[in-house]
């Protein structure tokens, strides 16, 4: 399987789906179950909009935060993109998902039948991608040529097979030998985070150029249950660093001098889903940070997802809040 470097830009929100409230005595909450691996006895819950842990706890009887195994939560601070100015412990927990590990009475009997769960997710593993193939044409070339105008153009003499391809106007004339040289702009990208979910990236490749750096500067991985959590790129074909490399690498192997920002979600061959919504919000809520304090540098926000995944409601609903606070969302389009 080779890796691509062509992705689908999700230029409007995901529709997440609206669950009806329910009457006390009423239909259980929906239960997803995907089709894929599930984490054994592991649930998602999804609690309405004007619902609230404490309220939820009510219903079962029981404070899960107490009684159930690796019980989990996202607190996100924003109510349908507003931030709560100095929000009290009740506001905080308006949009709680949490993940926990329960028994089938617990869930069917005392979650399912609050009429406050919108819905409840069996929790599963995304596999991590792979990239197999690495062919290309021409060799790095990081000389940079001295422009004064933003505007001004600038030139990749020696770029690799895949920048000639998106950039040709013409039939390019790749694998003869012949290397055409690529018109960039000069600041393409300057002052956008690109924050890449994945296997880790090197981020002291000299390809960068310093423009690397580890999400909130950890040296460990908050987003994995087993592997190796250290941020470097712990796949056996440098696959996040491959993909950085598309998005913001200097010279001949991209067109853009984005910041990378490495989010390693991937530890081992697989990742469950809430870590990943987990690590969507938090993502979500640093771009917010930076929207309100505006430093000048700041330009905006992208989040790349090269791997695919089962339909998730949970991971729908952060990626549809990452959309409506202005983050464009990438994902790969596929390697056939």
Sequence with gaps: MRLLPF?????T??????????SIGGTLAPYHRPDARLVPST??????EDHSLAKHF????????KTSPRFEQISGLYRQGTLLSSPSNELA?????????????????????DPGVEYVEHDHYIRAPQTTSHAMHGNLDFSTSSNNKRWDESWVRKPYWHLQMITAGKKARIGNGTVDPV??????GRGVNAYVLDWGVRITHRAFHGRASNFQNRTTTPYCEGGSFSMRDTSNDSHGTAVAGL?????????????????KIFCQSEAATWMVAKAITDVTNEHRTFVRTRPAWFKGSVINLSFSTDYSPTTARAIEEASRAGIAIVTAAGNT
């Excluded at 929100?13 to 329910?22: D, W």
């Excluded at 927990?93 to 039948?113: C, E, G, I, K």
């Excluded at 200097?250 to 490495?262: A, K, R, Y």
Aim: proline fraction near 1%.
């Design 13 to 22: 929100s995901v529709n997440a789906i609206k669950f009806p409230r329910r």
């Design 58 to 65: 009510a219903h079962c009887g029981v404070d899960l935060s």
């Design 93 to 113: 927990d308006v949009r709680f998902s949490y993940r926990a590990q329960l028994d089938d009475y617990t869930v069917n009997q005392l979650v399912r039948t």
């Design 183 to 188: 018109r960039i702009l000069k600041t393409a």
């Design 43 to 48: 649930y998602i819950v999804r609690l309405s």
């Design 247 to 263: 998005l913001g690498a200097g010279g001949g192997f991209s067109i853009s001098f984005t910041n990378i920002i490495n989010v």
């Design 7 to 11: 992705f689908v830009l999700l230029l």
